[in-house]
Nanobody, 115 residues
Framework: QVQLVESGGGLVQPGGSLRLSCAAS????????MNWYRQAPGKQRELVAV???????DYTESVKGRFTISRDNAKNTVYLQMNSLKPEDTAAYYC?????????WGQGTQVTVSS
């Protein structure tokens, strides 16, 4: 059974930091491209960060320089380090594993940036 389990969300003040984790099981983690998406209330889900199985990374423009995606294949885990958080980063964050036509999603973790 495939599982992607996110953790690390919470309430943080503007300018603060959070580190999200997504632990995968039931897949050969190293062959999957791993992605972080987010969805704010009333908005479409958007792709935030990508890390390929070759460790190439990319980010949506609004988080460049603030967020860092990384992966640890030995721990089957992908991370999203989020710094200098802004209220507009408030959303449910989901990890996603993709390999060819196969895609898996986690259940999401809520990030709220508010004073």
């Amino acid at each position: 059974q495939v599982q992607l389990v996110e953790s690390g969300g919470g309430l943080v003040q503007p300018g603060g930091s959070l580190r999200l984790s997504c632990a995968a099981s039931g897949i050969i983690f190293s062959v999957y491209h791993m992605n972080w998406y987010r969805q704010a209330p009333g908005k479409q889900r958007e792709l935030v960060a990508v890390i390929t199985r070759g460790n190439i990374t990319d980010y949506t423009e609004s988080v460049k320089g603030r967020f860092t995606i990384s992966r640890d294949n030995a721990k089957n885990t992908v991370y999203l380090q989020m710094n200098s958080l802004k209220p507009e980063d408030t959303a449910a964050y989901y990890c996603n594993a993709a390999y060819r036509a196969t895609i898996y999603w986690g259940q999401g973790t809520q990030v709220t940036v508010s004073s």
